[in-house]
């Protein structure tokens, strides 16, 4: 291969720079100095200055609570707009780039195949990344990461739902191989903040994301898809617990945490008090001028942002290199805001509800409009590590139109000037030394490897198990076997997902287990017996045993696990639960929400079966979208979803008069260019996005589906119908309000 030696001189050049910038700020920076009012709260900083910092000034910006210290860990010119990192075994660092997300106003050279995913190193140990190699480039906005054994990393890019597999094969660091591990260019929405994101490898030893309503596996050099019932929930990012727990996050909901309380391969369930109405608002330290809706989300007279309304980045922290009251505790960037809220994550019987771990403060905020916190994660070291975009604009160009509340104010502050930095800060604690030492997983024998699922670190634990599950080695076995009967709880818990990720549970392991002293480790067991009830005709025997457990957790569990065998034992083991134990929050509420579904499905089919075959294929893709992308405003089942437990984010579509009117103009014209102002009374904080840029197919499928879907009764709308109003709108750029659309008369011809 022909070196470029140019492109090599810039790597080196900007490695010594972010080598002795980060230098400069190893050792802590200054706490930001803080002030309060009578009421303790810290002082707002009502005149931020908006011209970027150096890193090291930024620093000086961030408030953390006494004790714990950020250290810089790479920033520009090194890294450039990351939005996601993860880590090999060996502890090198991949970021995602995107290189072209919102460079002006107009979010100009979007669709610019220029993207890159880099690769870094801390050759010495002391935290700090002091070299940088490009691992892939020309790429189209790469969303998730996730890497495998040596050399291979799949990812996923912006508009597409295919998955592709990276492979550098000759250790330079450069990827010099890569292919389609799976492909779907199926349906994806033109909205480039609704795209999939997350593909994180759960206890369970499947990959999980956002908005494709699928899970993977891992088989060789493919990913193969498992359909989930329901779809998936969640925005941009989400993370998972020591148990397998997944949390989500929606942004355009304005929900800052869901979908926790059951997998989503069971379907999507949540409880309404799920947090308190004291979890919504946000306590920012600095003025929020560019928030999306304007005024009506900002808290008088410090005019800061009031409630959550980009929340993304979510995890859990798993390490041990921080105080131990913050392990399970769920972290929850808002980027608007410029802060990261820290949530006590509580299981009371079996049902889990947040609260923010301070009175009206945030763990983490900064003074720095730049300060863009898009992703958290646990590190290697035990430490957690916040993604910093360092961007001047986050909101995507949809809104921030000409006719916006934001692109006046992103021009009046300058943001738009600040493009190409980022930053990757390590969150430390003075109580920790931490060790240099760093993991050589890639090179270490599978029984090495098993020796780490007693890890005190989740980080290693995951990363143990994923690679003895690749790499498919059964000399292990024996060891594995007695691990998950003598091992610590968690160590209990990898080895018996090990076991079935290498397919080799066997009944008496299985048996044992069952009868673990835990409750986390049978709960683990009866989950696994949902794979291992295909192998072993006698296991549902052994679970039916589990409906009299102690833990509300271990027969929720059940209660999933055998919604799927389709038995008449798996069916009066779900009857006997919801029965035996009518107090239980979970177990009726879950089941009546998953039976709903599956009926209100079976209507839908059976409309569309009375339609012709157009209109019945439209309404099908029309589904999908929605359940993609619309339901996180208007809601699962059309009825749209409370901000913060009170208002509706976006109006309700189930029997809307607007929805079911004879003609679709109005419709039509809302999807291709938006809708703004007050509908039919009611001002709502989000304006409805235009999604004119996909096509007319697209446009007509999203109406066919919630004009004959949520009760009402509207007839289909055909790609024709839609571009007939594109015809004559020629040359609209502007979103349309109702009291607009209430004076055009319907097109002749629907």
């Known amino acids: 291969m022909k070196k470029n030696y140019k492109w090599l001189l810039s790597v080196v050049c900007a490695s010594v720079v972010l080598f002795y910038t980060c230098k400069s700020v190893q050792k802590y920076v200054t706490q930001y100095p803080v002030q309060r009012d009578a009421s303790g709260r810290i002082l707002v900083d009502m005149h931020p200055d908006p011209t970027p910092k150096s890193p090291i000034e930024e620093m000086k910006h961030i408030y953390v609570p006494p004790g714990y210290h950020l250290q810089l860990v790479a920033s520009e010119p090194m890294v450039s707009q990351p939005v996601a990192i993860a880590w090999d075994g060996d502890a090198r660092m991949y970021v995602a780039e995107l290189n072209t997300y919102m460079l002006d106003v107009n979010g100009s050279h979007e669709h610019e195949a220029t993207c890159k995913i880099k690769l870094l190193e801390d050759t010495n140990g002391d935290g700090v990344m002091d070299k940088m190699t490009v691992f892939a480039d020309n790429l189209m906005l790469p969303r998730t990461l996730q890497p495998l054994d040596k050399g291979r990393l799949l990812v996923s890019q912006t508009w597409t739902n295919s998955v592709y597999c990276f492979q550098d094969t000759n250790g330079d660091g450069v990827a010099d191989k890569n292919w389609l591990a799976y492909e779907n260019h199926g349906t994806n929405t ?48 989400m993370g998972n617990d020591d148990y397998g727990r997944l949390f989500y996050s929606s942004a355009g909901g304005e929900d800052p945490a869901l979908m926790f309380q059951q997998n989503v391969h069971y379907g999507q369930f949540d409880f309404r008090d799920r947090y308190d109405p004291e979890f919504i608002p946000v306590w920012p330290i600095v003025t929020t001028p560019d928030v999306q809706g304007g005024f009506g989300r900002l808290r008088l007279p410090d005019s800061t942002l009031n409630h959550f309304t980009a929340s993304n980045g979510q995890s859990i922290f798993r390490g041990d290199k921080l105080p131990a009251d913050m392990k399970g505790d769920l972290f929850i960037c808002e980027p608007v805001g410029r802060l990261i809220r820290r949530s006590k994550v509580t299981n009371t019987n079996g049902k889990i509800t947040l609260r923010n771990a301070y009175d009206k403060s945030e763990f983490l905020a900064s003074t720095d409009l730049n300060f863009r916190p898009v992703n958290t994660t646990t590190g290697p070291d035990g430490c957690m590590y916040i993604v910093d975009m360092y961007h001047g604009i986050i909101q995507e160009s949809e809104w921030t139109k000409a006719d916006s509340y934001l692109r006046p104010k992103i021009r009046q502050k300058g943001l738009d000037k600040n493009v190409g930095r980022g930053r990757i800060f390590r969150l430390v604690h003075d109580d920790y030394k931490l060790s240099k030492e760093r993991p050589h997983m890639l090179e270490e024998t599978s029984a090495q490897l098993v020796d780490h699922l007693n890890s005190p670190n989740g980080w290693w634990r995951d990363n143990a198990q994923k690679l003895l599950v690749i790499r498919g080695d059964k000399s292990v076995v024996p060891a594995l076997k007695a691990l998950a009967v003598n091992g610590g709880q968690l160590a209990r818990i990898h080895a018996l997902w090990t076991l079935n990720g290498l397919d080799a549970m066997d009944a008496e392991t299985f048996a044992i287990a069952l009868k673990d002293k835990d409750p986390e480790v049978r709960k683990t067991t009866v989950w696994i017996g949902e794979d291992f009830m295909k192998k072993d005709s006698n296991a549902i025997d052994m679970l039916e045993k589990m409906s009299t457990d102690l833990s509300a957790d271990v027969r929720f569990q059940l209660l999933l696990s055998m919604r799927f065998v389709n038995s008449a034992k798996s069916k009066a083991i779900i009857a006997d639960l919801i029965k035996n134990y009518p107090d239980d929050p979970m177990l009726a509420a879950s089941q009546r929400t998953y039976e709903n579904k599956i009926r209100a499905r079976a209507e839908q089919l059976a409309r569309q079966k009375l339609l012709n075959e157009q209109g019945a294929k439209l309404v099908a893709q029309g589904q999908i979208v929605f359940k993609q992308l619309c339901f996180t405003c208007h809601g699962a089942d059309g009825k749209g979803i409370l901000s913060g437990g009170t208002e509706l984010t976006a109006p309700a579509l189930a029997g809307n008069p607007d929805v079911n009117a004879m003609a679709p103009d109005k419709l039509i014209r809302i999807l291709l260019y938006g809708l703004s102002g007050p509908i039919r009374g009611t001002t709502y904080n989000d304006a409805m996005p235009a999604l004119g840029g996909n096509d007319n197919a697209y446009i007509a499928s999203v109406l066919s589906y919630i004009r004959s879907d949520f009760g009402n009764k509207g007839s289909v709308v055909l790609p024709e119908d839609v571009q007939k109003i594109r015809d004559a709108t020629t040359g609209r750029t502007k979103g349309y309000t109702m009291p607009e659309l209430d004076l055009i008369k319907p097109m002749r011809g629907r």
């Open 190 to 237: 033109n909205n480039l903040e609704h795209q999939k994101s997350g593909l994180i490898w759960n206890l369970d030893n499947r990959m999980y994301l956002t908005y494709d309503p699928v899970r993977y596996t891992l088989k060789g050099d493919k990913v193969i898809p498992d359909t989930l019932v329901e779809g998936t929930a969640g925005q941009w990012g």
